[in-house]
């Protein structure tokens, strides 16, 4: 059974704190997009009615079936333009879903964020966005014991190391007309580190294991002060189990896996590395919260931090409203 947990309207007393008779019940009425009827609410204080409808994150959606579907294939390797065809609507139906996925993602993710101890695991992982001449570096931010994903972040690089003369040629062409391509993995990593700075617990020191690219060291040592630990490993060393790399390593190769931006050679390749931050936020959503963190578990890298009761079903993680930040809600 539903109770309304809060007046919807932001101006209104009872949005922030309501008291437990702040409604009662006006009349029902029949949606289109469900079999059911919808129970409508009226606020005592500001007068205005309201449904449960008005608490969902689905509300104005024509087909919000197709919502839960949709964020598995997202997952499942699978690109707008296939899941479209798969789930029977328009190519933009989906591009329009995919960018509410994503701000949704977004925010039910910061909306739980809260007070990690780490340590953490840092490492960027490399795609590009239209053709090879532009790469895109990826850091990758997660607690390594939980395998939960904290941050990532999309930044531009220049294409180096080994060429042909004739991809030189080409890369000189490229840049005659785009320009030179900036190299900005220092403002991605320091993206990631940043938000991770906003949910740490108050005191400690902050412990990043990452491979021994200097630049890790000098963003942590500027943003985290004396607090700051730099543990350097080998990223040469055999990427096994036995590797300390392992979890960051393991998390990028079931980025892979799932996304199918990031799949090694194929034709689903971003267009914008905009889109690949956005599949990047809808990814921490599903593997966070939905997925458990091996098969056999059953435990999902949230719940073993602590910042979810349960594992969730992508339809619960996309049932509800995020968009009023972190509000105690009694769902
Ligand atoms: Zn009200």
Same mark, same amino acid.
């Given at each position: 059974m539903f109770v309304p947990p809060r007046c919807p309207y932001a101006a209104c007393t009872a949005h922030l704190t309501p008291t437990v008779q702040f409604f009662h019940r006006d009349g029902l009425y029949h949606p289109r997009c469900r079999a059911h009827s919808v129970q409508r609410y009226r606020c005592r204080l500001c007068r205005r009615r309201f449904s &449960?409808? +008005?608490?969902? =994150? #689905?509300?104005? /959606? !024509? !087909?919000? /079936?197709l919502n839960a579907p949709f964020l598995r294939l997202m997952l499942a390797c699978v690109a707008l333009r296939q899941s479209a065809r798969i789930l029977g609507v328009a190519r933009r139906t989906v591009e329009r879903r995919f960018l509410w996925l994503a701000r949704h993602a977004a925010r039910f993710h910061s909306n739980r964020l809260a007070s990690l101890a780490g340590p953490f695991m840092l490492d960027e992982l490399e795609t590009f966005e239209g053709? &090879?001449?532009q790469p895109v570096t990826v850091p990758v931010l997660i607690e390594p014991r939980s395998f939960f994903l904290i941050a990532s972040a999309a930044g531009p690089l220049r294409r180096k190391g080994r060429m042909t003369p004739a991809q030189r040629r080409l890369r000189a062409a490229h840049e005659a007309v785009h320009g030179r391509r900036p190299s900005q993995s220092a403002a991605a990593v320091r993206a990631v580190l940043e938000c991770l700075r906003r949910c740490l617990v108050s005191q400690g020191p902050v412990v990043l294991h990452s491979d021994r690219k200097p630049l890790y060291d000098r963003l942590g040592r500027r943003l985290f002060g004396r607090r700051f630990r730099w543990a350097p490993h080998s990223a +040469? =060393? &055999? %990427? #096994? &189990?036995?590797?300390?790399l392992f979890p960051i390593n393991h998390t990028n190769a079931r980025l892979r896996h799932f996304l199918s931006r990031l799949r090694r050679r194929s034709w689903c390749v971003s267009k914008r590395r905009l889109r690949l931050q956005q599949h990047l936020e809808v990814a921490a959503l599903w593997v966070n919260y939905c997925r458990p963190i091996t098969n056999r578990t059953g435990t999902t890298p949230a719940q073993a931090l602590g910042l979810a009761p349960r594992r969730y079903r992508e339809e619960e993680v996309l =049932? *509800? %409203?995020? #968009? *009023?930040?972190r509000l105690p809600i009694a769902h």
């Amino acid at each position: 059974m539903f109770v309304p947990p809060r007046c919807p309207y932001a101006a209104c007393t009872a949005h922030l704190t309501p008291t437990v008779q702040f409604f009662h019940r006006d009349g029902l009425y029949h949606p289109r997009c469900r079999a059911h009827s919808v129970q409508r609410y009226r606020c005592r204080l500001c007068r205005r009615r309201f449904s &449960r409808q +008005s608490f969902r =994150a #689905d509300r104005n /959606h !024509k !087909k919000p /079936h197709l919502n839960a579907p949709f964020l598995r294939l997202m997952l499942a390797c699978v690109a707008l333009r296939q899941s479209a065809r798969i789930l029977g609507v328009a190519r933009r139906t989906v591009e329009r879903r995919f960018l509410w996925l994503a701000r949704h993602a977004a925010r039910f993710h910061s909306n739980r964020l809260a007070s990690l101890a780490g340590p953490f695991m840092l490492d960027e992982l490399e795609t590009f966005e239209g053709n &090879r001449y532009q790469p895109v570096t990826v850091p990758v931010l997660i607690e390594p014991r939980s395998f939960f994903l904290i941050a990532s972040a999309a930044g531009p690089l220049r294409r180096k190391g080994r060429m042909t003369p004739a991809q030189r040629r080409l890369r000189a062409a490229h840049e005659a007309v785009h320009g030179r391509r900036p190299s900005q993995s220092a403002a991605a990593v320091r993206a990631v580190l940043e938000c991770l700075r906003r949910c740490l617990v108050s005191q400690g020191p902050v412990v990043l294991h990452s491979d021994r690219k200097p630049l890790y060291d000098r963003l942590g040592r500027r943003l985290f002060g004396r607090r700051f630990r730099w543990a350097p490993h080998s990223a +040469s =060393a &055999r %990427r #096994d &189990r036995n590797n300390p790399l392992f979890p960051i390593n393991h998390t990028n190769a079931r980025l892979r896996h799932f996304l199918s931006r990031l799949r090694r050679r194929s034709w689903c390749v971003s267009k914008r590395r905009l889109r690949l931050q956005q599949h990047l936020e809808v990814a921490a959503l599903w593997v966070n919260y939905c997925r458990p963190i091996t098969n056999r578990t059953g435990t999902t890298p949230a719940q073993a931090l602590g910042l979810a009761p349960r594992r969730y079903r992508e339809e619960e993680v996309l =049932a *509800w %409203r995020e #968009d *009023w930040g972190r509000l105690p809600i009694a769902h």
